[in-house]
């Protein structure tokens, strides 16, 4: 059961992670290193012994026979087209855990679940979930124990979730350092498309363009390029099944791209006409507006911060020098991104500060023989 103390609910294992890919090994990661007794279950064999290998878990055959072990929680860490079939297995298996998923869809899963007679008086144990944390790379390799550190994670308890069950739940995403979210299947779903799976798609067709593209081209891209085109090194195959499972209200979203896209088209096919450009300025304005509203860390309100930038000689030591005197400043750094100088052994260290800060940075680094620029 839950062990309640001064610092909260917490769980007591031992825990039970179906998937061993990135997020599920993250999952033993971070609850191993609370002292939880994790078990690892993956079809891969080989998944399942990388997992164990990096310190995630031990793996279910180590406990001798299936029916020996007794979790308190069932994490499912499946691909989405499985997570309600392997959700079902384990709310019979083990009949007196609570089972929860992190798949990136939620109504799919309840839906599934919900038209399955011999599911259905389980369900009080199930509760859906879903941490907005991930990494562009995948597998076991990959994990990280601290990857849900300061991140939400939503919880998407059905009608008949038991509020003990809930309360399971929350605990495994505090005792990761995660930030606990209640939505409805719906409100998640809609939410995931519009932030998590329309920026995929575009960061995808963006990179798409890239495949023939001149290397020579390509030999002048900054960040801008990196940062638009990231994610699209995620995994083609996990990313076909959750479009699917939110395609229409993807699809809803992406009309609105495709009428902004169409208008933008209409006005470079001739720039030169009455009202181009100020249509061009609109368009970008509009952008920045929405820009705008994404919040800073921690959740703070956007543009909360301060920015300047350092020039960094591109020679070992030097970040690791630039990093140790801003620390001799007491003064605390709240973003950090190294950009390169394209044809140049130099790097741009861009730095976000409280307001009213930056000044006395940046007069503290000029001091100490740094070049800033605000």
């Known amino acids: 059961m839950t062990v309640r103390t001064e610092h909260g609910t917490h769980l007591a294992g031992p825990v039970l992670v179906i998937g061993a890919g990135l997020l599920g090994a993250s999952i033993g990661l971070g609850l191993r290193a609370r002292g939880l007794d994790v078990v690892l279950s993956d079809a891969s064999p080989s998944t399942e012994a990388v997992a164990r290998d990096i310190g995630a878990g031990r793996v279910l055959d180590e406990q001798g026979t299936d029916t020996a072990l007794r979790p308190e929680l069932v994490v499912v860490a499946t691909p989405p087209d499985v997570t309600a079939r392997v959700v079902a297995g384990a709310l019979h298996r083990y009949p007196d855990a609570v089972v929860v998923d992190i798949c990136s869809v939620k109504e799919a899963v309840v839906r599934e679940l919900t038209a399955l007679p011999d599911v259905v008086a389980h369900l009080p144990r199930y509760v859906g979930t879903h941490p907005?944390?991930?990494?562009?790379?995948?597998?076991?390799?990959?994990?990280?124990?601290?990857?849900?550190?300061?991140?939400?994670?939503?919880?998407?308890?059905?009608?008949?979730?038991?509020?003990?069950?809930?309360?399971?739940?929350?605990?495994?995403?505090?005792?990761?350092?995660?930030?606990?979210?209640?939505?409805?299947?719906?409100?998640?779903?809609d939410a995931v498309a519009l932030i998590s799976h329309l920026p995929q798609v575009v960061s995808s067709l963006v990179a798409s363009r890239l495949q023939e593209s001149p290397a020579r081209a390509l030999s002048l891209a900054g960040n801008g390029l990196r940062d638009v085109t990231r994610i699209a090194a995620s995994d083609p195959r996990l990313w076909v099944q959750i479009?699917?499972?939110?395609?229409?209200?993807?699809?809803?979203?992406?009309?609105?791209?495709?009428?902004?896209?169409?208008?933008?088209?209409?006005?470079?096919?001739?720039?030169?006409?009455n009202g181009a450009r100020l249509d061009m300025a609109q368009l970008m304005a509009e952008g920045n507006a929405g820009q705008a509203r994404v919040p800073g860390k921690h959740g703070t309100p956007p543009g909360s911060f301060a920015h300047l930038t350092v020039l960094v000689d591109d020679v070992p030591g030097q970040i690791a020098k630039l990093l140790t005197e801003i620390g001799d400043t007491g003064i605390n750094v709240e973003d950090f991104r190294l950009e390169h100088s394209p044809g140049r052994e130099l790097g741009l260290a861009e730095l976000s500060v409280l307001p009213g800060k930056d000044k006395e940075l940046t007069e503290s680094l000029t001091q100490r023989g740094w070049k800033v620029v605000q």
Do not use: Q, Y
């Open 132 to 189: 907005m944390a991930g990494r562009e790379k995948s597998g076991p390799v990959a994990a990280r124990g601290e990857l849900f550190t300061g991140a939400p994670w939503v919880l998407c308890a059905h009608a008949g979730s038991a509020p003990e069950a809930v309360l399971l739940a929350e605990s495994l995403a505090v005792d990761l350092g995660a930030v606990p979210a209640r939505m409805t299947a719906e409100e998640h779903d």
């Open 243 to 273: 479009l699917s499972a939110n395609a229409a209200r993807l699809v809803d979203i992406l009309h609105g791209v495709r009428a902004d896209l169409d208008r933008l088209i209409a006005t470079l096919e001739d720039p030169a006409a």
